[in-house]
């Protein structure tokens, strides 16, 4: 079953690494995603930079180099997030750990309140899509 994660703005779709905020999908490399996904899936938990290129690179044999700039593309993209510069904690010379507050979910996450304006109504300046459950109103089959 996919797992969906929520810290800060953030939610993270494991299934389909997938990383949005308030305004939409996030642009974030495939390896970020795998490598933010192991980090959420454990928090405050020290992941070792082995469990992580493992993850990350299963299989291939790569220079810790490619790991520090994930991690790198992971707190630039995570900074502009109140918090967001810190989220990332390095535990020299042995790995990393997320720190940020992180809530899991087995489907996805309900839009917070503050979401959406005084109307109840989504924000005008941001798309938003209805998804309607496949029934049959019509009788006609």
């Known amino acids: 079953m996919a797992r969906f994660y929520a ?10 690494d997938t990383l949005v905020d308030p305004h939409g999908p996030v642009a974030l490399g495939q390896r970020a995603c795998v490598l933010l996904r192991t ?3 454990q928090p405050g938990v020290l992941v070792t930079k082995s469990e992580l290129m493992d993850a990350v690179w299963p299989g291939l044999a790569v220079e810790e180099g490619n790991l520090t700039v994930q991690i790198s593309a992971l707190r630039k993209t995570l900074a ?7 989220w990332i904690g390095t535990v ?4 990393y750990r997320f720190i940020g ?3 899991e979910f087995d489907s996805l996450p309900v839009p917070r309140i503050n979401d959406f304006s ?3 109504r989504a924000n005008a300046d941001r798309p938003s899509v209805a998804i309607l459950p496949f029934e049959n109103a019509g009788g006609d089959p």
């Open 7 to 16: 810290f800060g703005p953030f939610r993270l779709d494991a299934g389909s």
């Open 39 to 41: 980090l959420v899936g």
């Open 80 to 86: 502009d997030a109140p918090g967001g510069g810190q």
């Open 92 to 95: 020299a010379r042995r790995g």
């Open 101 to 103: 507050e992180v809530q």
């Open 118 to 120: 005084d109307t109840g």
